[in-house]
């Protein structure tokens, strides 16, 4: 079974940047598609960004497009997302998903607040 940890977040003034990682114990994330997402409170959940588990071919939310990078390294058994030129709008808990044939895994989340 396969457990998601997210680390990275925390507070960050605007125009400021922060890196989120998202590892895993027990399988190795190699084999997945990965996808980051976020919730603002009292709003839904959305997703960021995510990155296949074969060619590495990204998606990004507009919102964010040209300020987040999704990447993986599968030696470190991690996938990342570099946010730059953090927005308020940023806010919220950031959580990664990952998705196989086994179905959807989810972390616990790691809040990221931008203000100043």
């Known amino acids: 079974q396969l457990q998601l940890v997210e680390s990275g977040g925390g507070l960050v003034q605007p125009g400021g940047s922060l890196s989120l990682s998202c590892t895993s114990s027990?399988?190795?994330?190699?084999?997945?598609?990965i996808g980051w997402f976020r919730q603002a409170p009292g709003k839904e959940r959305e997703r960021v960004s995510c990155?296949?588990?074969?060619?590495?071919?990204?998606n990004y939310a507009d919102s964010v497009k040209g300020r987040f990078t999704i990447s993986r390294d599968n030696a470190k058994n991690t996938v990342y997302l570099q946010m730059n030129s953090l927005k308020p709008e940023d806010t919220g808990v950031y959580y990664c998903?990952?998705?196989?044939?086994?179905?959807?895994?989810w972390g616990q989340g790691t809040q990221v607040t931008v203000s100043s």
């Open positions: 998903r990952s998705s196989g044939i086994k179905g959807n895994y």
């Open positions: 027990g399988d190795t994330l190699e084999y997945y598609a």
């Open positions: 990155i296949d588990s074969s060619e590495g071919r990204t």
